[in-house]
Every structure is written in C-alpha cells, then in structure tokens.
C-alpha cells in the first residue's frame, strides 16, 4: 500500500491538463480545456478539463473525476497503478507500507505480466549489448541499418539469445511462476509440460503501451532460410490486443500533437529509422491490417494522417485497403508512395532528412486523387471496369461523414473522371440510404439526404458571394436566438435542443462574417458548460458588436395584423410550421457557400500535375 503522506505528494505535483494532454487533444476555452472524449467516438467536443478544481468530466459517456480516474479509465490501471504512473512522470519516489519490489511478480495477475513482460526487455536489452552473440549478430544488424545507440536503448531494441531455453530459464531462476512467461507469450509450453523460448536467434522490438510500458514483442530472424518466419510477434494476452496498439505511439505522441498529422507506416524498422531521422510523428501498424481502434488512438490525437507505405503493389493496395476506414472515422488522410524497391525506411536511410520530407511534400496526395489514378490506370480501357471505378470511388466518398468534404470529393469525381456531377450525388445518396436502412438509422450526411428535402435536379451550383455568404451565416445566428433553446421534434429525435444540435452539424464550417464569428464562439462556449443561452444573454453581453448583431436579428420591422389572411388571402409561410426545413435548410446553403474555397485548393493541385495520366482523365 502506497503510503498516505507519498499520494499527497502525487496530488499536488499532478498537473491534470498536463496528464490529461498526453492522451487527448486539448483547446484552451475560457478558464477550461476541451477535446474530443477517449472514452466514446465523437465529433464534436465533449470533454472538459478544469485545471483550477483538477478534475475532468466527459458528458458524452458521463466519467470523471481526477487525474488518477483518467487514467484507471482510460488505460484500465489499478488505483496503485495509476499513482505509480503520476509518480514516475513526476520523479516521486513511491514509498509503500510492504515490501513489492519491480524485478517480482505482484498479486494482480494483469501487473504480473507488465512485469514480467518489463523483465524480458532488459533481459533482451543486455544480451544484444553486453554478450558476444548478441553484439555480433543483433547489434551489427541494427549499425548496419543506421541506429544509434540512443536509438537502441530510446526503443529497448534488443536480441534473444539462438537457445532453447536462455530467457525461460532465466526468468524461473529469478522467481517469476510459469503461467506468467506463457500467458505473456514469451515461452511456449511443451506437451510434456517444460518450457522453452519463443523467441530464438532473434532481433527484439519490444512493443509499448499508450504509457510506455512493455506488453509485447516482435522478434525478426535474420536467418535466410524461407521455412523460417521472418517475424513472429506476440500473441493476444490480457495487456496484450494488437487491434489497440500502434508501435511507436509511445514515442510518436508528443509530436503527432505538435505537428498535428501522424505519419502512419507499415513496419518496426520504417518507425525506428524515420523517427531517428528527426521526424517523430510515425507510428506502424505492425504488419497487420488497420483497425478502427487504430484509427481512434491517432484520432486523440489529431486528425490527420499520412499514409506512407511502399512503392510495390503490396505496398499500394494496403494503403488503399486502409483509406476507407480512415475516412469513416472522419480523419482527413493523403497518401505518399516511394519508388518501387523502397520503403520508408530504405528510402529515409538513403536521401537523408530534406530529401525525405521534400520526397513528402511533393507527392503526397489527398485520397480521392490517390485512389482514381490507381483504379483508372488498372482499368484501362474496359468500360465495365471503369463503371465498377466510379462506383468504388463514390463508395469511398459516402463514408465521409463530414458533408462539405464529401461535397468537395464529389465535384472533383466528377471532374476527373468526366461524369455529370448529378449522377455521382444521386449514387451517392442511394449508398447512404441503403446503409442507413442497413443500420436502421436516419440517412447520415444531411447535406445530401433527405433526397426529397433537397432534389438532386436542384443541387445548387457553388459560386463566390461573400455579402450572401454573410446573410447565410447571420441566418444561422437568427435561428439560434430565436429557437436554440426549443427541442428537437423530428425524425425521432428526443432530449435534444436545436442549439447544440445546430452547434453540432456547423463544428466543420469557419464563419467569415466577425460579429457572427464571435456570436458562434460564446454560444458554443456556453453550449460546452451546459448551459442554454436565450436572447436576452446577448442582448445585454458586454460587447457592443453582439447586441448590435442580436437586436437587428430579433427585432423587425413589420408584423402581420390578426386578420391579414380574410383581408388579402395570401398565406404567409411560418417556418416554426415546418422546424425541421427551416433549419436543415440555412444549414445546408451556409455549407454549400463554403464548399468553392475547399475546391479551389483541390483544383490547384490538378493543375500542378504533369501529364494527364497523372490527373487520372479517362481517355
């Protein structure tokens, strides 16, 4: 038990923002800090940190409390864990009431086998550095790929002796109870009950936790025998679940926040040699495919991603297999290639530092652009494969979840591949309707569905007109005045007002217009603390340019007399008649306006390809 007066010490050396910070994107707002909840997917910020009461508080999934409980729900650690982390971050000794030291199993089983998982780190660690085959098989591999030695021990790179029993043997010698090394995946259990190593003549890649703690290996042969698997790699265990785990996302995350993209790659060595190159935002997906909780971890921490893979065809397929779920999860993602025969890691040894970025900055391409040259160029010729193309392609664009984008993805579509840009929106509205019917839901992407809301014949044509764009968004500021604080009554929807719906669906658009701008901040900032501001908030706000804006918005100038429709028969439409229109309707022609600068940076990017094979035209 960790003594009283050392968890005090803990409390008041933990900065929660700080804490927090390495797992979540934070924005200061006001006196707070917010970001997108770890605990739940979301798009719109939910998460609160108040650093003066050192508390959190996610209203998406309902958690919070300290810095401790972040971490007990977030990374699953035992209260002791938890301090134990704070007081490592904070160079605190931990003194305890009984004897547990590191180097022995503790009574958690899943402790157990962080320990015991910690051990064989450093037992392979010290055999790469300190024994005769360890230096001249595992250490000459890795000088012979560039690594530094502050590479090899930053990464605890390490080498597992060619003997049946070294690490096993040793781990029993020290203490450690069978089921620990086995259920770690570190030995492998005989039918006649003996242990013996699962890593044999191998180079080590310890794999690290989201808090830097080893869970899992991979070890690569350098043997040349085609019977002998290059790599094998830990299997599933209770700290152990590769569909969560990004190699070098440990290393990669202060960095991915600070640059705001995450380099994504495919191996351990392309991770090694590119951050050893000074370009720390990368992470592997280990070989194997990603997953959407991948996705989710990068996401935490910004929202975009390149993809830089090998030039080859396995390289380039596995990029494309990746996109789509990049997408769904709404990250903004590019792709890079390197020349056949290269990957990032070859190819980063090879030109250095500025020729790798300059390699990076020049060919990296947004995905729609990516994927139609290579599907056009497989389909060459063939009509019918050309069909399948335009379609594979829409597929991808209906995974988008954030409207203007998809917006933008079709208009280019349709550009590249010189198809009317109606017949691609129509497809496009059939595929999330059959997935939303699929799922049981509302069709998503409400700038394209309802159909019947907005006909695909009336799709309105993007053109630059900055005073419409203003009264657009001074619409959106009227209908939260007037009716943010009513509920929602359409489609099924329940508990939920039209002002943090309105807030919601416009968190993707940047209001031009200042006063309205500045309107669209304060009432997001008070939708975030839970609180549903009226009119007479911004009526009497100290700011001159709000009331201004509030009061010529509510006020008009003319009303209609009580029996103005037995006098002149006109109907005048009440837009409270139909809610719904009224505000999906300023939503959508506000998001529509801002849909030709975004194309505008696209068409560029056209322009400054070569030849027309690389725009991806079809002939």
């Not at 997108?36 to 958690?63: M, Q």
């Not at 009574?107 to 790469?128: C, P, Q, T, W, Y």
């Amino acid at each position: 038990m960790i003594l009283k007066s050392t968890i005090d010490r803990i409390m008041e050396a933990t900065d929660i923002v700080e804490v927090i910070g390495e797992f979540v994107q934070l924005k200061k707002r006001g006196a707070n800090y917010v970001g997108l909840s770890p605990f739940v997917n979301e798009r719109t910020p939910s998460f609160t940190v108040s650093p003066a009461k050192g508390i959190f508080k996610d209203f998406s999934s309902g958690k919070g409390g300290s810095a401790v409980t972040f971490l007990m729900e977030l990374e699953k650690f035992t209260y002791p864990e938890a301090l134990k982390w704070l007081a490592k971050k904070y160079g605190i000794e931990v003194e305890e009431t009984v004897d547990a030291p590191e180097d022995r199993e503790a009574d958690n089983r899943r402790e157990s086998l962080m320990i015991v998982s910690g051990f064989a780190a450093k037992f392979f660690h010290e055999s790469l550095l300190d024994t005769d085959e360890g230096k001249a098989i595992g250490l000459s591999y890795f000088k012979e790929r560039g690594f530094t030695a502050d590479t090899i021990k930053k990464f605890e790179l390490g080498y597992s002796p060619d003997q049946w029993e070294a690490f096993t043997g040793e781990a029993l010698k020290q203490g450690y109870k069978e089921e620990f090394p086995v259920d770690s995946g570190l030995s492998v259990k005989r039918d006649n009950g003996n242990l013996y190593d699962r890593y044999r003549g191998r180079v080590m890649f310890p794999i690290h936790s989201f808090t830097g703690r080893v869970i899992a290996f991979g070890g690569r042969t350098l043997k040349s025998d085609k019977n002998v698997p290059k790599y094998v790699n830990s299997p599933e265990s209770e700290i152990y679940h590769k569909s969560n785990v990004l190699y070098g996302l440990y290393f990669a995350k202060k960095a991915i926040r600070e640059e705001d993209n995450c380099y994504l790659v495919e191996g351990y060595a392309d991770v090694i040699s590119v951050h050893r190159a000074g370009i720390e935002n990368v992470v592997a997906s280990s070989g194997t495919s990603l997953t959407v909780e991948q996705i989710r971890l990068i996401g935490r921490l910004t929202k975009n991603i390149t993809i830089l893979y090998d030039g080859d065809a396995a390289g380039i397929k596995a990029a494309v297999r990746g996109l789509d779920l990049i997408l769904e999860e709404g990250l903004n993602v590019k792709v890079v290639l390197f020349p056949d025969g290269h990957d990032p890691d070859s190819y980063v040894r090879q030109v250095g530092t500025a020729g790798f970025k300059k390699h990076i900055d020049d060919n990296k391409k947004d995905f729609i652009l990516f994927k139609t040259s290579l599907l056009l160029k497989e389909a060459g010729n063939d009509p019918i494969k050309k069909t399948e193309v335009i379609r594979d392609i829409v597929e991808s664009i209906a995974k988008i979840p954030d409207s203007i984008k998809a917006s933008v993805f079709i208009k280019e579509c349709s550009n590249i591949l010189q198809i009317d840009e109606r017949a691609l929106l129509s497809e496009l509205n059939k595929m999330r309707q059959a997935k939303a019917k699929k799922d049981g839901q509302q069709p998503n992407g409400r700038m394209f569905t309802p159909v019947e809301d907005y006909p695909v014949d009336d799709y309105p044509v993007v053109t630059e007109e900055p005073k419409e764009t203003f009264s657009q968004e001074k619409e959106i500021v009227r209908l939260l005045l007037l009716y943010g604080n009513k509920m929602i009554d359409w489609d099924g929807i329940a508990n939920t007002y039209i002002g943090p719906f309105m807030i919601a669906e416009l968190n993707d658009v940047e209001f031009e217009y200042p006063a309205a701008k500045k309107f669209i901040e304060l009432y997001s900032k008070e939708v975030e603390n839970g609180i549903l501001p009226e009119d007479q908030h911004f009526i009497h706000y100290p700011d001159k340019e709000i009331v201004d804006l509030a009061v010529t918005l509510i006020a008009t100038k003319y009303t209609l007399s009580e029996n103005w429709y037995e006098m002149h028969k006109i109907l005048i439409s009440d837009e409270q008649a139909n809610m719904k229109a009224t505000i999906l309707g300023a939503i959508f022609h506000l998001k529509m306006h801002k849909v030709g600068k975004m194309l505008d940076n696209l068409r560029k990017e056209l322009q400054n390809a070569v030849t027309d094979e690389d725009r991806g035209y079809i002939a």
